[in-house]
């Protein structure tokens, strides 16, 4: 699909692989059938940051593993420009980490979980 945009905003010295990010969220669109364009954004933060925004957002002071902000809820984040964007997943590096050692998986496959995860969440999809 390429008219999905994905700016990727990485915290640090963090290693990500930004292009298995696209493709996992091209992925799910395209198994959602979403046409594009789409814009979703990604960030890939520390333990730190993760936790001021659980606390600011969610209102509970702990760090977890991701956080998705939907722009659907409320009104039409359409604007004038044709581009449906989604809304902004984020990640806390130090959490995959830890997960995907105490899963024996490795990093780049569980960020695939946690991105799949965050993009049911923007569209709309929750899971139980």
Aim: glycine share 6%.
């Amino acid at each position: 699909m390429e008219h999905v945009k994905v700016p990727i905003f990485v915290e640090s010295r963090y290693k990500v692989d930004r292009k298995r990010i696209k493709q996992t969220i091209s992925k799910v669109l395209v198994q959602h059938e979403i046409k594009g364009p789409v814009e979703v954004s990604i960030a890939i933060v520390g333990d730190r940051k993760m936790r001021a925004l659980s606390l600011k957002y969610k209102g509970e002071d702990k760090t977890r593993n991701v956080l998705s902000f939907s722009l659907s809820e409320g009104e039409s984040t359409h604007l004038d420009t044709e581009v449906l964007r989604l809304g902004d997943i984020v990640l806390s590096y130090p959490q995959v980490i830890k997960e995907a050692s105490e899963e024996e998986m490795l990093v780049d496959d569980k960020v695939d979980t946690l991105i799949e995860h965050g993009m049911l969440h923007l569209l709309g999809i929750n899971h139980e």
